[in-house]
């Protein structure tokens, strides 16, 4: 079993080294792995594994959402969310990136990706924020962070993807993602009040709205409550499962972007081909993570590390910290989503011996990948944003490291709710339906 280990770890290695694509690299480990330790070939397995696991009903919601969101990019909403949630907010300390917060966690409710939403409203309001004088680094780490609320309040991709692995209830994941990311949201903007406190020149005071202007803002918001309603509510009341409510998501995200006149067939081509190239290598590497954790199992790896557990004695909560660490350290050389994939299908069968409840694991896994999205080396969150910076030619640009270091206050808030999560587990189950 160490030898096997091993070369599982090297062939991952070595394959990720020369640049091969995630999904290859997941599926050639398997097989090589495969191939290597087993008494007889699996290759005669490799055609019915993949397509048990892409054929899950589940999925169905996946390109859904992702179309919702590629909408939603194109339909100009998130200009006039924006600005109405400025009004409002302008007079906090901190201003306006209590505004990027509140955007991010709105958008976050109907796009599902934290991609999409740092990039969308990073778009949005960096040249807002370096017409106005704000820092450059509190500016890209409160986008930075927001995007990350992407993924942990619903809809979110990377619960979709675990809850297919998990075999985990999408819905009951869904409602136990929406007190942490609010707790989250709320955390988000305690760090921005502390922070412009000790350092008020990095958010300059703006004027007051009046309450017409307040008012008049809040009719911007309406049709992204209306949405969110359509998404969740819909939900959360048992009207619609996940992949209904998505298609909902859907048809009101059209309507959105008709209603403003961005409707075309430019936009609509745009849409689609984005959200076929995402979808694609989601499922692409679904495939390889399927082909993985069959041969895993199959050569007995879950089987090897349970029985190494009640040797030792590890008790449940040892063992989700022991993931934690070894999660945060991969995820300094991995794209968070790919590490799920490949982590998830061998811990889940070692979590159900433990009798570790797979709904509360999925949320701490996603804060775990939250912390990944904003860390270096491949904090994702952290590219897009330092190419939205680079592109706004509006003052100082900035240096590469200033997103990096507005990033960092925002981890340590990511950490307490992590914590909150891990000493208080029943928080995720006050909305578990």
């Known amino acids: ?102 955007a991010s966690a709105i958008f976050a409710c109907i796009s599902g990706s934290s991609a999409a939403t740092a990039a969308t409203v990073g778009g949005v309001a960096m040249p807002v924020l370096r017409r106005n004088g704000y820092g450059n680094a509190i500016s890209l780490g409160s986008l930075a962070a927001g995007g990350t609320l992407g993924i942990l309040i619903p809809p979110s991709i990377v619960m979709i993807v675990y809850g297919v692995l998990s075999e985990t209830s999408i819905g009951q994941l869904y409602m136990s993602g929406i007190v942490p990311g609010v707790l989250l949201t709320v955390m988000f903007m305690v760090v921005i009040i502390v922070w412009s406190m000790f350092r008020p020149e990095i958010a300059p005071k703006a004027l007051s709205s009046t ?58 081509r745009k849409t689609c081909l984005s959200t076929a190239g995402t979808v694609s290598m989601i499922v692409l590497i679904l495939m390889g993570a399927s082909i993985l954790s069959f041969v895993a199992s199959y050569l007995g790896i879950p089987a090897a590390i349970t029985a190494w557990i009640t040797e030792k004695g590890v008790t449940a909560m040892q063992f989700v910290l022991m993931v934690i660490v070894v999660f945060l350290l991969l995820a300094s050389v991995m794209e968070s989503l790919s590490l799920v994939v490949l982590v998830v299908p061998v811990i889940v069968p070692v979590l159900k011996t433990l009798h570790v409840d797979l709904v509360w694991f999925g949320i701490v896994l996603v804060l775990v990948v939250e912390v990944a999205l904003i860390t270096p080396p491949v904090g994702f969150n952290l590219f897009i944003m330092q190419g939205i910076a680079n592109k706004v030619t509006v003052g100082d640009q900035g240096k590469h490291s200033d997103v990096f270091m507005g990033s960092l206050p925002f981890v340590f808030a990511i950490f307490l709710v992590l914590a909150l999560l891990l000493l208080a587990p029943g928080t995720v189950w006050l909305l578990k339906v």
């Open 1 to 102: 079993m160490l030898a096997l280990l091993i070369t599982l770890s090297v062939v991952l290695c070595v394959a990720l080294a020369v640049g091969l694509h995630v999904a290859v690299v997941l599926g050639f480990s398997a097989v090589l792995t495969g191939e290597l330790f087993s008494s007889r070939s699996l290759l005669d397995a490799m055609g019915t594994i993949p397509w048990n696991q892409i054929s899950n009903i589940n999925l169905v919601a996946l390109p859904l959402f992702i179309l919702m969101g590629e909408l939603l990019l194109g339909s100009g909403a998130s200009e006039g969310m924006y600005n109405g949630l400025t009004k409002w907010l302008n007079r906090l300390p901190g201003g306006l990136l209590h505004t990027n917060i509140l």
């Open 211 to 268: 309450w017409k202007e307040k008012i008049i803002a809040l009719l911007s918001l309406l049709p992204l409550i209306v949405l969110m309603f359509l998404v969740l509510g819909t939900i959360y009341l048992g009207i619609a499962t996940p992949t209904e409510a998505a298609a909902l998501g859907v048809v009101g995200s059209l309507i959105i972007a008709a209603w403003n006149r961005k409707v075309n067939r430019e936009m609509l």
